[in-house]
């Protein structure tokens, strides 16, 4: 089946560009979601279907593709960004989760 | 409010049976496909099932099939999971989510999610 690989953590200072990166064969070719979960919280859909955020997430958050690898980018990261980070994938068959990157805002 | 909300999670012994239930209210439930995930402690997520807008086709992960099934009841805004035979590594909260329309890639809402515990 599908996988989808994640660094386990990522940090950056206040205020600067966090980016965390989702590696998977042939990745230009799905859409890739990406979801926001905050500690004790249910994920968030923060970026899906190459362009689109859901209503009521900042235009900080972003996403793209390239290869093998998706990215998702927030800018000006804030401490309320701290959470973990979750890359998501549909192969039209079944869905694909990767391992989730813990995004630390020293 | 469009909101999603789950219950019927709880401590069960290893090859026992439970039944999780999703209540929908704020959107128009009968044109979504609905998903079931799980998170075991600690742990990421992971999909378990899928089920189509008019109840089929659905999809399991591997793990689960032939243990549980997922139905629904438009007319109640209500989603379903069967879970039978019941391992202990099925321990996880279990979420509902919505699919967001015409593409069934990602996840627009989820419930809060309910616990479920597999143990003697």
């Known amino acids: 089946s599908y996988e989808l690989t994640q660094p386990p953590s990522v940090s950056v200072s206040p205020g600067q560009t966090a980016t965390i990166t989702c590696s998977g064969d042939?990745?230009?070719?799905?859409?890739i979601s990406w979801y926001q979960q905050k500690s004790g919280q249910s994920p968030v859909l923060v970026f899906y279907?190459?362009?689109k955020r859901p209503s009521g997430i900042p235009e900080r958050f972003s996403g793209s593709t390239s290869g093998n690898t998706a990215t998702l980018t927030i800018g000006g990261t804030q401490a309320t960004d701290e959470a973990d980070y979750y890359c998501?994938?549909?192969?039209?068959?079944?869905?694909?989760f990767g391992g989730g990157t813990k995004l630390t805002v020293l | 409010e469009v909101q999603l909300s789950e219950s019927g999670g709880r401590l069960v012994q290893p090859g026992g049976s439970l039944r999780l239930s999703c209540a929908a209210s704020g959107f128009s439930f009968n044109i979504y496909a609905m998903t079931w995930v799980r998170q075991a402690p600690g742990k990421g997520l992971e999909w378990v099932s899928y089920?189509?807008?008019?109840?089929?086709?659905?999809k399991y992960t591997d793990s689960v099939k032939g243990r549980f099934t997922v139905s629904r009841d438009n007319s109640k805004n209500t989603l379903y999971l069967q879970m039978n035979s019941l391992r202990a590594e099925d321990t996880a909260v279990y979420y509902c989510a919505k699919t967001p329309g015409l593409r069934i890639d990602a996840f627009d809402l989820w419930g809060q999610g309910t616990m479920v515990t597999v143990s003697s």
């Open positions: 279907e190459d362009n």
């Open positions: 042939n990745l230009e070719n799905i859409y």
């Open positions: 998501q994938a549909w192969d039209s068959s079944t869905w694909v």
């Open positions: 089920i189509s807008a008019g109840g089929d086709p659905t």
